[in-house]
Nanobody, 125 residues
């Protein structure tokens, strides 16, 4: 089994920054990609960003609403993925989830085998 543990969430004002981390552990970890999703109250969990694990440097993909503000990166040696969030807006408020074990389209929650417990990000106006 693979465990994913997120950290770094919190309360920040509009325009502020946060850096989320997700550490993977457990049996030999192997995943083609790791990603971040978010879920706001009353809404479905939505794709935020993903990074490939095998390509040198890591191919990255973002949902349009965070392009230019969020950056996903990885530390292969530590099996950790990061999400640097800058210029935060109130609409970024959500529980952010880390995902791994990609088996299909990176944008779909059903394509990932493993999920973290989530970390709350709240952006005040």
């Amino acid at each position: 089994q693979v465990q994913l543990v997120e950290s770094g969430g919190g309360l920040v004002q509009t325009g502020g920054s946060l850096r989320l981390s997700c550490a993977a552990s457990g049996r030999t970890f192997s995943s083609s990609a790791m990603g971040w999703f978010r879920q706001a109250p009353g809404k479905e969990r939505q794709f935020v960003a993903t990074i490939s694990w095998s390509w040198p440097g890591g191919m990255t993909y973002y949902t349009d609403s965070v392009k230019g503000r969020f950056t996903i990166s990885r530390d292969n040696a530590k099996n950790t993925v990061f999400l640097q969030m800058n210029s935060l807006k109130p609409e970024d408020t959500a529980v952010y989830y880390c995902a791994a074990g990609l088996r299909g389209n990176y944008m779909y929650t059903s394509s990932y085998d493993y999920w973290g417990q989530g970390t709350q990000v709240t952006v005040s106006s």
